[in-house]
């Protein structure tokens, strides 16, 4: 059993920054690719980036390409996402997701089911 638990999230004007951290319990953390999520009111989950076990393989959602980094510590147990030039249409609640089988690519994937989820962080980005 892996929980996760999301913090960092805010209040911030468009083109500012922040840094979400996921914190992982238990001592399997690097065996688990890990991901972040958004829902925004009225609209589907969609993906926004993921990390392989090792932090060698990334993927990022072509919307957040070039503004957000993905990065994990499997010493701390802890996945990131530093966002940097937010944009009003960044936000949502920032969820994030472990998946034990799955690569970036699937884990991402519309549908695919991953193993543990995260409770969530709002951000909001004011124009």
């Known amino acids: 059993q892996v929980q996760l638990v999301e913090s960092g999230g805010g209040l911030v004007q468009a083109g500012g920054s922040l840094r979400l951290s996921c914190a992982a319990s238990?001592?399997?953390?690097?065996?688990?690719?890990m991901g972040w999520f958004r829902q925004a009111p009225g609209k589907e989950r969609e993906s926004v980036a993921a990390?392989?076990?090792?932090?060698?393989?990334?993927y990022y959602a072509d919307s957040v390409k070039g503004r957000f980094t993905i990065s994990r510590d499997n010493a701390k147990n802890t996945v990131y996402l530093q966002m940097n030039s937010l944009k009003p249409e960044d936000t949502a609640v920032y969820y994030c997701?472990?998946?034990?089988?799955?690569?970036?690519?699937?884990?991402?994937?519309?549908?695919?089911?991953?193993?543990?989820w995260g409770q969530g962080t709002q951000v909001t980005v004011s124009s």
């Open positions: 997701a472990a998946d034990y089988r799955g690569s970036v690519a699937t884990m991402t994937r519309t549908g695919y089911d991953n193993d543990y």
């Open positions: 238990g001592r399997t953390f690097s065996m688990y690719t």
């Open positions: 990390i392989s076990k090792s932090g060698t393989s990334t």
